[in-house]
């Protein structure tokens, strides 16, 4: 009597508990009571003076048990360094319980992250510097950690790389609304092992560099690394790519999925390279990769490409399958989805100094930049190319082996999706990619059960691609509004601070000029008081959050889990708790 409301529920949940792991010890004690039995009489025949000392100490009855004192979270065991907890909040398990998180599939589906690690600990990024105590960079600077966020806004990099390294897991969806974004550089996971990065946004720009030779993100060679809702834009070479050409380290298990590959900067317009050895994978599942003109990707190797949906490429490629490069493949292309857009474009053009400049005062047409060291006028000229058919390449050395089926190609451009099958039977008509094809997918590629038609695919990708959590932001925003389109809107862009070639240059990060922190966390270890309070754990106690609840997860990943799937939280909760 005399408890507050809040602290009345705190002890029911905290009797719940305990009867839950009365019960449980109750079903294992009979029969390690039975193989006992004998030296639990030898012990109690040599140790008459402890129990007699022991007897003084009255234990506390639990229905006297002060849940002030003696808050439920208390039924959590000591964890060894590194160890599992056998008990814990009734977090829920998940059917498809990827090693990675739930929902994780392909090559890097069993990259644990910081999981990884015995020495695991939560870095909480307050405050969007690009250096120093507390920022994103600080955060990746040291492996082992679970970085999340209590800030939301802009992080210009500029113009360095942001490392990860191995054993880390980045989890953006944390952050508050509007959520984060890195501009003015690139990030990188090459070297690194075990590496999970959800929800990123990374924003390049035409600034960062002159050449183009900039990737917004990937990987030149580790393992176990998988990005899950991302949005890679405005490369000037390669939006993103796991690329493991003239390496001599190996790339293997590696998985991009549900992300935004998309506005490659003109004149090197790419959405990346997939290349590996025939023996080390990489899985592309259910991505966007839009405005990009040529490698949607370009695949070679090991590879699974599925579920995916490519829009408004231009006269480069789509699919391309390895190019002219030298190596065998052994790929599986299943249910993607291929749509025509307008193929606008603006392309940086060399003009001889005898052209009258005047020509260049269309600013609808020209964007004049510089005069070049042989005296030509390089001005970014806007023209309408012919997309490429959606599968090129396989001219190279060696086989390029795939099992192919069930992709269309919408190519009509009249705003509805209504595309045809691309089959071995109309190939020669529809696609000039030389492939070898499999009857079969070869046993090596693991089994993605949450695959769909490509139809289906697509309106997953309309609804979810990318950074959706916190929220999705107005460039991804734009990006899904040229796709619904379906074939009358889109632009290829080469310099996206340029109005003219791309409508938000000058609004795009308005939103993320805000200052917003995330909810109270008392003992700052990323988990708000209000779910530790829920779910049992100890808000003035940091080291709860690493500890792994019984669904396989970190407390920290379940509470970032709970905004991605909050019904099945809720769920749970009230399951083991009757409320």
């Not at 690493?546 to 407390?555: D, K, L, Q």
Request: net charge negative; aromatic share 10%.
């Amino acid at each position: 009597q005399g408890y507050s409301s809040a602290a009345s529920d705190v002890y029911k949940r905290q009797i719940l508990y305990k009867m839950r792991n009365t019960a449980t010890f109750q079903r294992k004690a009979y029969p390690i009571a039975v193989r006992c039995l004998t030296s639990i009489l030898y012990f109690f025949l040599f140790s008459l003076s402890s129990l007699a000392a022991c007897v003084d100490k009255e234990p506390v009855d639990e229905e006297d048990a002060d849940p002030a004192i003696n808050p439920h979270s208390s039924y959590l065991e000591e964890e060894e360094s590194g160890g599992n907890t056998n008990s814990g909040p009734a977090f829920p398990v998940f059917a498809d319980n990827a090693r990675a998180f739930p929902g994780a599939v392909g090559y890097g589906r069993n990259s644990e992250g910081a999981r990884a690690s015995n020495a695991r600990e939560v870095y909480v990024v307050t405050n969007t510097n690009n250096s120093g105590t507390g920022s994103l960079r600080d955060a990746v600077s040291q492996p082992g950690r679970i970085i999340v966020f209590n800030v939301a806004g802009k992080i210009d990099l500029n113009k360095q790389v942001l490392v990860f390294l191995s054993n880390q897991t980045v989890l953006c969806q944390t952050a508050p609304a509007p959520g984060i974004v890195l501009y003015n550089g690139r990030v990188s996971s090459s070297g690194a092992n075990n590496v999970i990065i959800r929800y990123l946004r990374m924003r390049a720009g035409r600034q960062v560099d002159g050449a183009d030779e900039i990737d917004a993100g990937g990987a030149a060679h580790g393992h176990d690394q998988i990005y899950d809702h991302c949005s890679f834009t405005w490369a000037t070479d390669e939006n993103f790519s796991f690329n493991n050409e003239k390496q001599s380290k190996s790339l293997y298990n590696c998985t991009i999925q549900n992300s935004i590959i998309a506005q490659g900067c003109q004149n090197h317009s790419c959405g990346g390279l997939m290349q590996t050895s025939i023996d080390c994978g990489i899985t592309c599942f259910r991505n966007l990769l839009a405005d990009n003109k040529t490698r949607n990707f370009k695949v070679k190797g090991l590879n699974q490409y599925i579920n995916n949906v490519v829009y408004n490429w231009g006269n480069g490629a789509a699919y391309n399958a390895g190019g002219d490069s030298s190596g065998d493949s052994n790929t599986v292309i299943e249910n993607n989805y291929f749509i025509k857009g307008p193929a606008y474009t603006w392309v940086n053009t060399a003009y001889p100094s005898t052209t009258d400049r005047t020509l260049f005062e269309d600013e609808t047409k020209y964007h004049f930049n510089q005069i070049s060291s042989s005296g030509d006028y390089l001005v970014d000229t806007y023209q309408q190319v012919n997309p490429t058919k959606p599968f090129t390449g396989g001219t190279g050395t060696g086989t390029f082996s795939s099992y192919c089926i069930g992709n269309f190609y919408d190519e009509d451009k009249d705003g509805t999706l209504n595309g045809i099958e691309l089959t071995q039977g109309n190939w020669s008509t529809y696609c000039s990619g030389a492939m070898n094809f499999l009857s079969q997918p070869d046993a090596l590629h693991p089994e993605i059960s949450s695959k769909t038609s490509a139809t289906e695919a697509y309106h997953w990708v309309v609804d979810n691609v990318g950074p959706v959590l916190p929220k999705r932001d107005n460039v991804d925003s734009f990006i899904i509004d040229e796709l619904t389109s379906l074939g009358t809107k889109g632009m290829i862009l080469r310099n996206q601070q340029l109005e003219i070639q791309y409508p938000l240059a000058n609004t795009w990060d308005v939103e993320f000029a805000v200052s917003v922190t995330g909810p109270m966390d008392t003992d700052g270890d990323g988990i708000p008081d209000d779910f530790e309070d829920k779910w049992g754990l100890n808000k003035n106690n940091a080291g709860d959050a690493v500890r792994i609840a019984e669904n396989g997860y970190t407390m920290i990943e379940n509470y970032a889990l709970s905004l991605e799937f909050p019904n099945e939280y809720e769920k749970a909760w009230k399951d083991a708790y009757g409320e």
